[in-house]
Nanobody, 124 residues
Framework: QVQLAESGGGSVQAGGSLRLSCAPS????????MGWFRQAPGKEREKVAA????????YYADSVKGRFTISQDNAENTLYLQMNSLEPEDTGMYYC?????????????????WGQGTQVTVSS
């Protein structure tokens, strides 16, 4: 069982930055995907960014390309999402998720483990 814990959310004005963190309790597979998803009120959970833990490939939603960066720190066993130039449309609950196999860039239904989420609010 993998437990995930997000942190780093908050309220910022448009144009500001936040860095989200996700600390899994452990990795149990060499093929391991981790991703960030977000969900705005009344909307479906959407993928934001993802990466292969041991492969290095990263993926981004078109809406965040050039503004968000997903990264990992293997020494600290932590996943990050650096969010710059935030827009009101980025407001939502942000979730960290993990899966053992298959493609990383996929919908939320294909991810197995989830954190509780951290709220990001961007005001105009």
């Amino acid at each position: 069982q993998v437990q995930l814990a997000e942190s780093g959310g908050g309220s910022v004005q448009a144009g500001g930055s936040l860095r989200l963190s996700c600390a899994p309790s452990r990795y149990t597979s060499t093929r391991y995907c981790m991703g960030w998803f977000r969900q705005a009120p009344g909307k479906e959970r959407e993928k934001v960014a993802a990466l292969y833990i041991n492969g290095g490939s990263t993926y981004y939603a078109d809406s965040v390309k050039g503004r968000f960066t997903i990264s990992q720190d293997n020494a600290e066993n932590t996943l990050y999402l650096q969010m710059n130039s935030l827009e009101p449309e980025d407001t939502g609950m942000y979730y960290c998720a993990a899966k053992y196999s298959g493609p990383c860039w996929t919908t939320a239904e294909n991810y197995v483990y989830w954190g509780q989420g951290t709220q990001v609010t961007v005001s105009s």
